[in-house]
């Protein structure tokens, strides 16, 4: 077996997708799989997550891949296409689009060629990073509906801060978007995953989680287990060597980390090249065995030092995880001053991935 390996499990996305369908069940769901399906895999992905009303990428390369791959549902372009010939594209491979710019608006207006889209116009409720400013929804929302081939017109903003549970930021979003599209009549969107799982306002016609799909909790202070959902990939690797250090002496590059008393030292075969953060720091939490211990010493490129000092039965060949099902990436990326997104999203090519679970191919 090929280490670091990185598991993927099929039944477990199935399983979080159902926990979206309890949690907002008159919504219909766009499972985000940009980036890889952060960091899963975006084709397995798709064809474990098969039953979605539809998928969210980023990006067009992204649509054209799941195309490609015989992908035949919805496919939401989140941050829809820059030129003409994307749009092309985007016809041919029939993408819905989302349109945040007056830039993206000329383009369908001037759009000749065969071909009608699905367009999600994106209000900018508050976060200021993409979507029509309040002031200017309404006249590209007019325009956009003169536009010969727009075929369908819906409403879309993102939030800024799903995950404050105090909500005030939610709240003035929510109350923009409904001001200027509560009267349009059509299927509206809000909800990543932290917003769907706290703010039962935000759900409405189309939930866009992504995180919650792969089994980490977006919520600070709500574990994976509390919302009831599994974690889809485990990070692990092997203990390749093992060392007794002498109190005083330092581990690993700048021996950042010294032995405080009589030590016992695993190198575990992961490191940096692999995704696995420099910046983890002392501490950070990792299972030997199954067994909780922690990081000593610098990460390096391929190898990254654990404490073995309560593991005296600890031997080379062990397995260790990083993150996955016994340990929440949401626990462990703060040690390196993240998030899990980040984590999941940033596993190396090098990793070896495996999947597992109830294979489903689509249909
Ligand atoms: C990435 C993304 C999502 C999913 O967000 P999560 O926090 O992972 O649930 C939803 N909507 C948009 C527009 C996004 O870019």
Request: hydrophobic share 45%.
């Amino acid at each position: 077996m090929r280490f670091p390996l990185a598991t993927i499990d099929g039944d477990a996305l199935r399983h979080n997708l159902a926990v979206v369908r309890q949690l907002a069940p008159d919504a219909k769901v766009i499972a985000v799989i940009k980036a890889n399906a952060y960091g899963h895999g975006l084709l397995e992905t798709a064809r474990a997550l098969a039953s979605t009303d539809a998928f969210g990428v980023a990006r067009l390369d992204e649509g054209l891949a799941l195309r490609v791959a015989s992908i035949a549902s919805r496919i939401v372009l989140l941050e829809g296409v820059f030129t003409a010939a994307e749009l092309q594209t985007a016809a041919q491979a029939k993408l819905d689009l989302v349109v945040h710019t007056f830039e993206q608006l000329q383009l369908l207006e001037s759009f000749a060629a065969a071909g009608r889209f699905d367009v999600w116009v994106k209000l900018d409720s508050g976060m200021n990073r993409l979507g029509f400013r309040a002031e200017h929804f309404a006249a590209a929302w007019s325009r956009l509906q003169r536009c010969r081939c727009v075929a369908t017109l819906r409403a879309m903003t993102h939030l800024a801060a799903a995950e404050d549970r105090e909500g005030h930021a939610t709240r003035e979003q929510l109350a923009r978007f409904e001001r200027l599209t509560g009267l349009l009549g059509v299927e509206r969107s809000v909800a990543n995953s932290a917003g769907l799982i706290l703010t039962s306002a935000a759900r409405l016609d189309w939930v866009r989680p992504g995180l919650m799909l792969y089994g980490i909790s977006p919520v600070p202070g709500l574990s994976a287990a509390q919302l009831g959902l599994r974690p889809a990939m485990t990070l692990m690797t092997q203990l390749i060597a093992t060392r007794d250090v002498p109190k005083g002496e330092g581990v690993g590059y700048g021996a950042i980390w010294r032995a405080p008393v009589d030590s016992r030292i695993g190198i575990a075969a992961v490191g940096y090249g692999d995704g696995y953060p420099r910046n983890m720091r002392g501490g950070t939490p990792v299972l030997v065995g199954g067994v909780r211990t922690t990081v000593v010493g610098r990460v390096s490129m391929d190898m990254t030092a654990v404490d073995l000092t309560q593991l005296p039965q600890a031997q080379v060949g062990d397995e260790v995880t990083l993150w996955g099902e016994q340990l929440g990436a949401e626990e462990v990326a703060p040690f390196a001053d993240t998030i899990a997104y980040e984590l999941v999203c940033g596993i190396s090519q090098r990793v070896a991935v495996e999947w597992k679970g109830s294979v489903i191919r689509d249909s």
